[in-house]
Each structure stands twice: as C-alpha cells, then as structure tokens.
C-alpha cells in the first residue's frame, strides 16, 4: 500500500457505524470511537490510537485510494479490538531501548492478531493485504520489521534475511506462550538487541508503524514517565509520536473524553447571567407568600435570555455515552405503539362488522327487544396530541460532581435531556427544553434551548451543550413563566417535567420555607390551567419537598443520579400514555 | 375424547439442555401453571410439544395478540336457525377435556384479557364463563402454560404482577455450543461440521443482541440456514438469507454481520 500525497483522503465517518458494529459482533466490543483532529501543526494523524479503551480515528487517513479505504479501516478496527481484547496490562518501559519498544509494539501485534485469528480464521484475509513489503535494497531497520510483521501473519511469504527468519521461527515456535503478553516482551526484547547489534540506525522520531492499518501502539505502553525526561531515554519514540501527533491538548490524558469531562467546570465560563443578551422584554410574575397567605403581585421579574452556543457533538454522543439506554428507550419508542391503528368495537359505522355486537342484536331481536346498533368495528389511527415541557435547573449547584460518578450533575441532566429530545422526536410529539435560574427576584434567567415548534437539530443541540452552572433556584417563577408557554400550545394533553437537583432557593430569600409553597401555589395554578407537573428531584434527601411542591404523585426521586437519563424518558412515555 | 385432534401422537424431537423435562414433569404433577421463558427461537413451543407428547396429553395452543378478547380465550355465543348457541373457547376446551392450554406470547395480549386464567391458575382451578353463567371446574389433566419473552417487555408492555406471581418458570437461553450443534445437525440433517460452524456464526449476531439487533440469531434460524445448505445452497448465501436478512433492514448492521460470518466461517 504505497501512501501517494497526491489522492484525496478518504474520510472515516461514513465507515463508523458499520466497523463499530462488526467489533461488537466479534467480540461484544463496544469501544467509543473517536475523531483525533490534525495536530497543532496542522500535521494529519498518519495512525491509529489506543487509549484506556478509546479508539481514536484520524477524521481521514492519507494517501489512501478510495477503493482501498473501506478494507483499510475495516483491518485498522479490528486490529484495534484485537488489541483491546487481548493486550494487557499495558507494558513499562524499564530499561528498553526505541528499537525494543517498536520490536516489542511489533511482535504484540502480531500476537494479538494470531489469538483473533485462532477463533476468527477469516481475519486473515482482513490483514494479509496490507502486508506487502518485500526483500532487497539496502536493509535498514524499519524497511526489516515491516518484512519481519509480513513473515508473522502472511505463511506464504518467504523473507531470505536471518534475522527476519530468526523472528518468525522464535514467534511461532513459543506459540503456547501466546496467551500470555510477557511472551511478546520477551521475543520482542530479544529481537531488537538483535536489530541493535546490527548496527542498523533506528530513528524513533520519524518511526511509523507499518503497514497502514496497525494503530501507533502508544497505548500499548506505562505512560507515567515524567514529562520531563529527555535524551536518550528509552521512552523517547512514544514522545516523538506524541510530539507528532498531539492534536493541540497540553497531555496525554486529555485525551480521554472522561478526562474532558473530569474537568472542573468552575473554569468554563461562570455565569455571566446579567451581561447575555435578552431574548424577549422581561415578565413580572407574582410570588405567593404563605406567611400573609396571599400572593405578591409583580414581585418576580422574569427575562429570556439567548442561550450560548456550544458543540452540538457532545449532546450528540450522549446516545453513545448511554447507548445500552438509548438502545431501551428505542425500543420502548417502538412498544408505545404509537401510530399503531387500534381497533374500535361496538361502532355506529365502520368497516367490518363486529361479530360479539351482532350476536347481541340477534338475541335482543329474538327476545324482541330493541338491540344496540352500534354494530360495527373500525381501526383507527390513535393520535398523539401532547405537548411537553422539559424544565432543566441550572443553577450553581448543578456543578456539583455526582455522588458516586466523576460528572457534575449538570452533565447527567444535559445527557438526560438529550436522551428525552431523541425519544420525543422519534415518537412525533411536540416538546420544548427550557433551563433557568434565578439571581433575586428581579432576575430569573430563563433559557429556551429547544423550542416546540423548532426541530431538534444541531443548533438545539449546541444550545444545549451550552449550559453552565451557575447562581440560585427560583422554582415557582420558572414554573409560572413554563406553564405560560405551555399554555399557549394547543394541545389536548399538556405536561410539564421540571428536573432540579435541590430545594429551591435564592439569594434575597432567607426563609425556606417560602420558595417551596411559593412552587406549591404555581403547581395548583398551573393545574388549574390543565398543565400537569410534574417534578423529579435529584437530591436523594430531598423527597419530603418535592412531595410538597408536586404532591406523592406528581414527584419522583432519583437516588442515583446517573440513572436519570434512563429514568427521565421512562418517566415521560409513561405518563403520557 | 373432544380433544383427539389436538392429540400429538409422533414424537417431536427436543434435546434437552439441562433438566428442565423433570422440572415439568414434577410442575406437571402438581398441576402447576408453568411459564416458559426465553427469547424468539430458543425452543419453547417445541418444548411444550414435546412435554405435551411425553405426558400424552393433548395440547390446546393459542397464539396471543394484542387485538385478542377473552371471549376469544373462554367462547362466545353464536348463532345458528334456532337462536344462539354457546362455543366454547380454545381455553375452556382445555379446561373442560383435559389438556395442556399453550398461551403462546401472552405479553402480546391485553391486560384485561389476561386475568380470566386468574382462577384457573390458583387453588380454585376453575373457570367462570360469565356470558353463559357457568362454573367450569378444571378437569384433573388440565395445566397451564404460557411463553414469555423477556425481550419484548417494557413498562408498557409488562405481564401483571399478580399474573407473573401464578407461575412458576423454566428459562431457556441460546444451548451450549455442543448441543446446538446437534440440534442443527439433527433438524437440518447436516454433516456436523456444517452444524459448528453455523453456530459460531450465530454468536457473532448474537453479540450485536442490544447493540442494534433486537434479538441475535435464534436457533430457529441456524436450522434454516442449515436446511438451505443440505438442499445444496452455498453456506455463505444460505447465511445470507436465513440468517441475515431477515434480522435487520439497517445496512450498516447488515454488513457488519456479514462481514462476522464471512471471518468467521472462512
């Protein structure tokens, strides 16, 4: 496979779902995939990468024709869940020279092919055409371990060189040690003092791995070596291929999406609520105040403000993040039945008779009673007419890491909400996600991130991945000025599902009190205008007031936050039944 | 006997996978409902044909759906020149003759429909036909059985609590890998080797079982492959349209089973 610069480079993404699929069927794999994005340089990632069970993916690979691309990726994928199924732990470096990590990278990945190929004889023909270097010319270092992976996999190759012989008697020979990943440390050890001995210049920085389709084996290898160690350290070809490869982010670790997600989000943008631009005149609702039992006119002054803007792929990747979840919830999407014709009995008029209704005519006709004419059966389409409000808490509690999880809740919240859309949209029904919260009571922040009549696309997504925590909970505002955009739907059924990780709170309230019956009165006003509510509390102690707010029915309680985005569509199909 | 049609009098082949045929037989004794469970394809049907053989027993099958009525299940009145007469149903034939009633699918059936076998299924062992004002008692020989797949339930779609706690249950997965084997190899009359290597190929789509594909490859399947390879299709078409095919219509999906069965049958 000769890499010519001039062929226009074949993208991954349409490849994605397909190769994601086959890992799964060969080894119930379901190992994220990842884009890696050209490096600061602007220097397109030329090889795969594993990390900590991530695959990353450069977005294309180079040099590849169009009619080689799909074998390409399908060889690079399996060979990286070769990788994730059978290599393990990773390997420290110790004392190891560059050319023994290549040799060492080398000799696992032929032996993780050939354990993949023990249950999976087919993959042979996966691989095998990639592995096209030959003999002859001046031997250097990187053009024998191409010839030395081609003499492990291809039986039919024939290499003359005695040390490319050597490797592949001393690989096949230790074939009962292949179950174990010392064996690879040991062989690979072995040849690479070998190569060394040869005086064979081996240059790490400009190593690439070969051929094409094995990933750079970075994640093969102890990564805790301190950043710090130059020269002629042994770690020094996996730093050249980081250098090379980084793809702009300070370490390693960052390039895990957990890292991304570990990071604290007191650093993002905190809340500059009052500087957003105003996405309509503020609105002034009451406040009801249970001390003198009556409401305050005017007293909360409510203001839409525009959402920001963020990357519509994290909102995206939710379904990846909870696919088990996501798989359910289609599932259920499909059991609701919903556009399934349902069967009417005992019709005035339809279009088959209904055979129960007739026999009942002709018994009250022989008993000379008048019979019912409603003889007819039909099937009608059942028609879904519901609109539905999804009421997200911002507030800065929300920045709070989940108990037992490594995610702020804000994060579980957003993953819910993006699981919900795609199940709402799916089914056909209109639906909005709103988010707000509160600085006093003359500003509560109030955010439309997907609105009824607009599609759940991209922009709603990154409206929604735009969302920082930050400032208080003003529950009943948010309720009152929800409700009244609910109210405008036309809608036979009218929900509203308001998710809230505390007890509502602000900063000009002292009394705790307040805020709660304030959110109790706006649950019964919003009754009253046939707008069901309906509350789910994330704080595991927080049950007592939420049944106040939303009474024993209306309110559920999320003990263990991360199971929100399972429980958050369940929730809605339910009730909307 | 009213029920000699539904007498089976040749023996349907079952291989047993473990010991569920005493667990019935002893269920069976004590007149126990019994509830069989497991996904699409794994052998219940055959099970209950060949429990039903075994005891010589006739067996009553209804095919549930979600449109099905209890009078559907119990009988109705008909009509005929004189006036009406009362049919019995499928179930009321069983309880009144003596049979094993097979409610195939019973998640499919409404609620409502589902809790007239409450009195059969507890001490009382009887069945009320309202309709008619009768009081059915069971005959000494009458058991019911029910399938059930786990699969399909949901919070929509969910036995009652009152109607899973009658029963006891037998669950059936995908067999081991030998005894699969032999079950291709003697349904389909293939040579066994044939038989393994579909039954690898079937893992592979069983792996994608909640990763896209509702249900992997049921053994159903395995035995259609295996009867289009005896009738001389290559093993890859024969997989091609017993196993492929009809699992899903996602072409992504499609080509990553595919692709399995191709590395893996090589």
Redesign the interface.
């Known amino acids: 496979m000769s890499e010519h610069p001039t062929v226009p480079p074949v993208p991954f993404a349409p490849f994605e ?3 994601s ?2 890992l ?5 794999l ?1 190992a994220p995939i990842r884009p890696m994005r050209p490096d600061a340089n602007g220097m397109p990632p030329r090889r795969l990468r594993l990390t900590d069970g991530l695959i990353w993916v450069p977005d294309s690979l180079p040099g590849i024709h169009a009619d080689q691309a799909a074998g390409l990726y ?1 060889a690079a994928l399996v060979h990286a869940g070769a990788h994730l199924r059978f290599s393990s732990p990773r390997f420290p470096v110790g004392t190891l020279k560059p050319v023994q990590v290549a040799l060492v990278s080398l000799i696992e990945d032929a032996r993780v092919e050939h354990l993949a190929m023990r ?8 691989w095998r055409p990639f592995h096209v270097a030959e003999g002859g010319g001046t031997p250097n270092a990187p053009g024998l371990m191409a010839r030395l992976a081609r003499a492990l996999i291809d039986p039919d190759y024939d290499d003359g060189d005695a040390w490319v012989s050597k490797g592949r008697s001393l690989f096949f020979d230790g074939r009962a040690e292949w179950e174990t990943h010392e064996f690879s440390r040991r062989v690979g050890g072995l040849l690479g003092n070998d190569l060394g001995q040869m005086r064979l210049s081996f240059n790490p920085k400009t190593h690439v791995v070969e051929p094409a389709y094995r990933d750079d084996n970075l994640g093969l290898w102890e990564s805790n070596v301190p950043a710090s160690a130059e020269g002629e350290t042994a770690y020094e070809s996996l730093r050249t291929e980081r250098e090379e490869r980084d793809d702009g982010r300070p370490d390693d670790t960052s390039l895990g999406i957990e890292a991304e997600e570990r990071a604290p989000v007191a650093e993002a943008p905190g809340c500059p609520a009052g500087e957003e631009e105003m996405a309509a005149p503020p609105a002034l609702y009451s406040e009801w105040d249970y001390r003198i039992a009556r409401e305050r006119p005017n007293w909360v002054r409510v203001v839409e403000r525009v959402p920001g803007v963020g990357d519509p792929a994290e909102v995206r990747n939710a379904a990846t993040r909870h ?2 979840v996501a ?1 359910r919830l289609a ?2 999407v499909r ?3 919903v556009g399934r014709p349902q ?1 009417l009995h005992r019709q005035l008029e339809g279009d088959r008779l209904d ?2 209704a007739c ?1 009942e005519v ?2 009250s006709r ?1 008993r000379n009673e008048i019979p019912d004419p409603r003889i007819h059966a039909a099937l009608q389409h059942r028609t879904r007419d519901l609109s539905a409000l999804l009421l997200l808490d911002v507030s800065a509690s929300t920045g709070d890491q989940v108990p037992d999880g490594i995610r702020p809740v804000l994060e579980v919240e957003r993953d819910a909400a993006a699981l919900f859309a795609t199940a709402l949209d799916r089914i056909g029904d209109r639906f909005a996600i709103h988010a707000f919260r509160s600085n006093g009571r003359n500003d509560v922040s109030y955010y439309r991130l997907k609105d009824f009549r607009e599609a759940y696309d991209d922009a709603a997504m990154a409206r929604l991945a735009s969302l920082r925590p930050g400032l208080s909970t003003r529950l009943g505002a948010a309720l009152r000025h929800g409700g009244r955009l609910l109210g405008r739907q036309s809608s036979h059924r009218r929900l509203l599902l308001v998710v809230t990780d505390g007890e509502p709170s602000d900063i000009d309230v002292a009394d705790r009190r307040l805020l709660v019956e304030d959110t109790r009165q706006a649950v019964f006003s919003l009754a009253a205008q046939g707008i069901d509510a309906f509350g789910i509390g994330l704080d595991p102690g927080g049950r007592k007031y939420l049944t106040r707010m939303f009474g024993v029915r209306n309110s559920t309680v999320v003990d263990h936050v991360e199971r929100l985005a399972d429980l958050l569509p ?1 929730l809605f ?2 009730l909307s ?1 | 006997m009213a029920l000699n049609a539904f007498r089976i009098t040749e023996e349907p082949y079952y291989h047993s996978i473990a010991n569920e045929i005493a667990l019935f037989e002893a269920a069976y004794s004590a007149r126990m409902p019994m509830m069989l469970k497991g996904p699409t394809g794994s052998g219940k049907t055959r099970f209950v044909e060949h429990m039903a053989w075994r005891l010589g027993r006739p067996l009553v099958t209804v095919a549930c759906h979600e ?1 099905m ?1 209890a ?1 559907d299940l119990v009988g ?4 005929d020149a004189g ?2 007469v009362w049919h019995d149903g499928p179930l009321t034939q069983a309880v009144r003759h003596g049979g094993i009633c097979y409610l195939d699918e019973i998640v499919e059936a409404r609620q409502d429909t589902t809790v007239v076998i409450h009195p059969l299924t507890d001490s009382r062992r009887v069945l009320p036909l309202e309709k008619r004002g009768e009081l059915v008692t069971a005959h000494p020989d009458f058991q019911l059985v029910i399938s059930y797949n786990p699969g ?1 339930q ?4 969910d036995l009652k609590e009152s109607t899973k706690q009658r029963f006891a249950a037998i669950e059936f997965g995908h067999p081991s890998f030998d005894a699969e084997t032999r079950i291709v190899c003697t349904e389909a009359e293939v040579p066994e080797e044939v038989a393994a290597r579909l039954v690898r190929i079937a893992a ?2 069983r ?2 079982k ?3 594909l ?1 249900e992997g490859a049921s053994t159903r399947m395995l035995i259609h492959a295996a009867r289009l390879v005896a009738r001389g299709v290559a093993l890859a078409t024969a997989c091609d349209i017993a196993l492929v095919l009809p699992i899903t219509d996602d ?3 499609r ?3 595919r ?2 069965i ?5």
């Open positions: 779902r397909r190769l699929a086959f799964v069927a060969l080894w119930r379901r399908r249950e999976y004889p087919g993959l042979l023909q996966v696919a088990a798989d599932a259920l059991a609701a039945g069967r055979l129960d026999i002709m018994v022989c369940n199909l339910t039944r | 449109d009525t009078s109705r009145f008909l009509l006036g009406t399909y949901s919070v929509l779609k592979s789509s792996n994608l909640g990763h896209g509702r072409a992504d999906l080509d990553a089973v692709a399995a191709a590395v893996a049958a090589a």
